[in-house]
């Protein structure tokens, strides 16, 4: 039912997003579903809002985009504790802009990256929209666990979303192998320490959908080592 309920609001938001939907590339973790490539996938996790990223350059451009958002009837949303989300009717959109750690004071270092590698996917509705590559995805959810000091990686929902594209995505790996030298060391360095971390085997455990069992659950962890082997490349 979440993969449902994640593919109903991002035809929602891209519906709503107008002239604006081809110049923004939609990430986070309601995009995760979009990835899988198994047959009868389990559903990826449910998230209440729906990030997208936009290139806004010079800084005025990004108060012009905010007026352009206003007038296709989306909302400053005041209540929120960061400044880049807005309401679209019930609908809860995070819009970001790539240089946001000028504009908004944070960022994500593969934002870049994978907005200009951005593909195209065609939603259930036939709506297209651009979303990052698998590997930039997976990216950007461990600079995010990275970020929020890999606290507690059992409840990261960083975390689950890239256990989720590592079960649901057997290519991953072969894809890794194929990528940019730098994204390539990032995520080997980066799932190298996650596999080190102590709570690791748990924390797959967790993310896992109820009783995958040991051999699943062991099945994920080589195929993250997969993920740091250069021997591949």
């Known amino acids: 039912m979440s993969n449902q309920v994640n593919l109903a609001a991002l035809q929602a938001v891209a519906r709503a997003l107008g002239p604006v939907l081809s110049r923004v590339v939609f990430v986070g973790g309601s995009t995760a579903g979009l990835y899988n490539t198994v047959p009868k996938a389990p559903e990826s996790r449910f ?51 790539l240089n946001e750690d000028n504009i908004l004071g944070f960022s994500n270092p593969w934002y870049p ?62 894809e890794v192998a194929t990528a940019s030298e730098a994204v390539r060391a990032y995520i080997a360095t980066e799932v190298g320490q996650l596999l080190r971390h102590p709570e690791m085997l748990e924390a797959i455990d967790c993310h896992l959908p109820y009783g995958s069992g040991d051999e699943r659950k062991y099945l994920i962890e080589k195929r993250l080592a997969a993920l740091t082997d250069s021997t591949q490349w």
Request: charged share 25%.
């Open 113 to 174: 990256e994978g907005f200009a590698h951005a593909l195209p996917y065609k939603l259930p509705d036939k709506m297209i929209i651009q979303i990052m590559p698998a590997v930039y995805f997976v990216a950007t959810k461990l600079a995010a666990l990275r970020s929020r000091g890999m606290q507690d990686i059992r409840l990261s929902n960083a975390l689950e979303d890239i256990v989720y594209l590592v079960d649901n995505r057997p290519e991953l790996a072969t």
């Open 47 to 97: 998230t209440n809002d729906v990030d997208c990223i936009i290139e806004v350059v010079p800084r005025m451009a990004y108060y012009d985009l905010e007026e352009e958002l206003r007038a296709l009837g989306f909302v400053n949303d005041q209540a929120a504790k960061v400044i880049c989300r807005w309401r679209v009717g019930s609908l809860v959109v995070d819009i970001m802009p």
